[in-house]
Every structure is written in structure tokens, then in C-alpha cells.
């Protein structure tokens, strides 16, 4: 089991009964899925730089993406009917927190100028930011990265509202500003 999701089942649900002694048990909020998205189209000038991408997502989330393609033909985006546009990832489980833990305590130091993240969700208890640069993840090889790319990361909770979301990421040790 991961280190994450021990803390979380021995230390992080109590404290979040304690905080809210007439809650129920069940409704206390758990991450349900991480969703890394990374739009490649303007990517697509270069043949290979589709199946680069796809090997640095598989490196840093350990499963194989999912690349999405247009549905339609739009000529002022140049884009043709079935190109694909990008790559998206759905972590659950073990994968997720193990993902979390390394974003938490390896990836989010390595930031430059990092000061921590907005505590803005989106409204329904989930919260959502985007990265600039996929070289801060220690498992991307610096040597055959030909060019940056962004990404944007969903963490999907059960939370009922954005301070539920908060607190639980807090708890996790989500970096957020001071």
C-alpha cells in the first residue's frame, strides 16, 4: 500500500472527524481520480513528437495515455477531422496516491519560483491547475526532451464544496499559499 494512502486511512480520517463530530463516516471526502490532460496540436508539426509525448506521460504517471483526436475539420485552427490533439491520463487507486505523494513532496519544490498554489477551486469541490513545463517530473530524461510542454492536472474529490476540497488536500500536504 502507499505511503499516501496509509496516512490518509490512519491519520487524515480522524483528524477530519474530529474537525466534524456530526458528520457521517461515509461522507467524508477521499480523492476519487487524478486526470492529467496535455493538448499536443500545435505539437504536431513534428512526426515524432506524438510518441515522445506519450513516452514522457507514461514515464511520469506510470500508465499509458489516451490520445484524443479532433472530431471535426476546422480550417482556421488548421485542424483536420481525426488529427489527434491530445493525451489524457486517469489515475485511480493506488497510481493516484502514489502520484500525489511524489507531486507533493518531489515535483512541486522542484517549481521555479514556486511560492504554492491557489486555494481557488472550482466550485464543486474539485480543484484544477496547469503546469508550464513537464521537466520538473524527476522521471522525464532531460537528454530527450526536445521541447516543453504544459500539461493541466484535475484532482477530482468527493467533496461537497471547495472548502471540504481544501481542507482535504491540506491535509494531504497539497502545497498551497500562505
Partial sequence: MSRLREKFFSEIVSKIKEAHPARNPMSIPRMKKIVISMGIAEAMKDK??????????TALSGQKPIVTRSKKAISNFKLREDQPIGLVVTLRGKRMYDF?????????????DFRGFSKKCDGSGNYCFGLND??????INLDQVKRSQGMNIAIITSAKDDDECVELLTHLGFPFKR
Fill in 48 to 57: 515524432n513528437a506524438l510518441q515522445d509525448h506519450i513516452n514522457e506521460l
Fill in 100 to 112: 500525489m505523494d511524489r507531486f507533493c513532496n518531489i515535483v512541486a519544490p522542484r517549481i521555479k
Fill in 134 to 139: 513537464q521537466q520538473i517530473f524527476p522521471e
